[in-house]
């Protein structure tokens, strides 16, 4: 079965500042997507970016990047220029692409706090 | 378009007691998800749907826990009888078909105290 880590329970960044989230996962599946959701404290989850493991070029929205190395089953998530609108819990995601198994797993979570 | 709907949005109840959540897809969308959101952790699949089949059910507590979708749009999740256990914040989500490039849409969750 799949697993995601989310090792960093809480990070905090300054406005207008970079941070980086991180995220491990474990599967045995060569070909996968992989998520980054946003949920504020309405509870509202968001998508912020998704990755096609068989892509190797890391991909981009706007103030939101991914950086993505498969061999080490890593997948990380930098906010550059962060704003306070950026403070939520952010959960990294799994999903196969094997018909009938599209469930999302998601790792612990990390919640981020954007100081002005 | 109107995103995923869900209510109640708070319930408390007494264990022993049931409890029953509904969700409204996103209009046209063949594909319904139920999460269980623990505090402090992410989002677990209790049950999916296509259409108004399940297509997996394999973490859902089918001793207390039911779901159905009989016409393909609304769901009804339903919990009977509650445990303290159970408290969590109850995710529905929607996506087009079910394919794997499909993004799933959240609703705003119900979230569930049982004293």
């Known amino acids: 079965a799949q697993t995601v880590t989310q090792s960093q329970p809480e990070m905090s960044v300054q406005e207008a500042e970079t941070v980086t989230l991180s995220c491990t996962y474990d599967?045995?599946?060569?070909?996968?997507?992989l998520f980054w959701y946003k949920q504020p404290p309405s509870r509202q989850m968001i998508l912020v970016i998704r990755?096609?493991?068989?892509?190797?070029q890391n991909a981009t929205e706007n103030r939101f990047s991914v950086n993505f190395q498969k061999a080490a089953k890593s997948f990380s998530l930098k906010i550059s220029d962060s704003q306070l609108g950026d403070a939520a819990m952010y959960f990294c995601?799994?999903?196969?692409?094997?018909?009938?198994?599209?469930?999302?797993?998601f790792g612990q979570g990390t919640r981020l706090t954007i100081n002005p | 378009e109107a995103g995923v709907a869900q209510s109640p949005r708070y319930k408390i109840i007494e264990k022993r007691q049931s409890v029953a959540f509904w969700c409204n897809p996103i209009s046209g969308h063949a594909t319904l998800y139920w999460y269980q959101q623990i505090l402090g952790q992410g989002p677990k699949l209790l049950i999916q749907f296509q259409n108004n089949g399940v297509v997996d059910d394999s973490q859902l507590p089918k001793d207390r826990f039911s779901a159905e979708r009989l016409k393909g749009v609304d769901s009804t999740l339903k919990i009977q009888p509650a445990k303290l256990e159970d408290s969590a914040v109850y995710l529905c989500a929607s996506s087009p078909s079910g394919r794997s490039t499909d993004t799933q849409y959240f609703g705003p969750g119900t979230r569930l105290t049982v004293l």
């Open positions: 599967t045995s599946e060569s070909d996968y997507y």
């Open positions: 990755q096609e493991a068989y892509k190797q």
């Open positions: 995601a799994y999903r196969s692409t094997f018909q009938g198994a599209q469930k999302l797993v």
